[in-house]
């Protein structure tokens, strides 16, 4: 098992080991939810400054204590080069929908005709090239 240690921003409410599937843990204190609940709130995320455990099955373990050793790397710096990598491309892509989004409403748009045409000139070039 690999357990990684980092700070940061925590926006999920963990749940305790003895909780039953409708409470959650929110300041210390057990709140029940129904069922059916859909509560998700941003603006109630907290910092924490212990550790992050991250569990990973004996085959991801071995795998990744392999790519380790050829990189004479260890572990824990292979997985938080990872979630460095993940989150940055969630916030390039991010970046890049709103961007689309903006060009949508400021009328930067294209037909699907023109696309298509646009495609198929392109296409043929690369074609041409072989």
Known sequence: MT????????NA???????SRNEKLENGKKVSR???SKHFDRARSTFY?????VKL?????????SIAAQQGRDSASLVHEAVERLVGYDEWFIRQVEEGLAQIDRGEVLEHDEVAARME?????KQ???
């Not at 000139?121 to 070039?125: F, G, Q, R, S, T």
């Open 3 to 10: 357990t990684l240690r980092r700070r940061g921003l925590c």
């Open 57 to 65: 099955s004996p085959e991801l373990q071995a795998k990744l204590d």
């Open 34 to 36: 129904s069922a059916g």
């Open 49 to 53: 400054t212990d550790g992050m455990e």
């Open 128 to 130: 041409r090239r072989r």
């Open 121 to 125: 000139k392109l296409i043929a070039e």
């Open 13 to 19: 409410v963990a749940r305790g080991k003895n909780e």
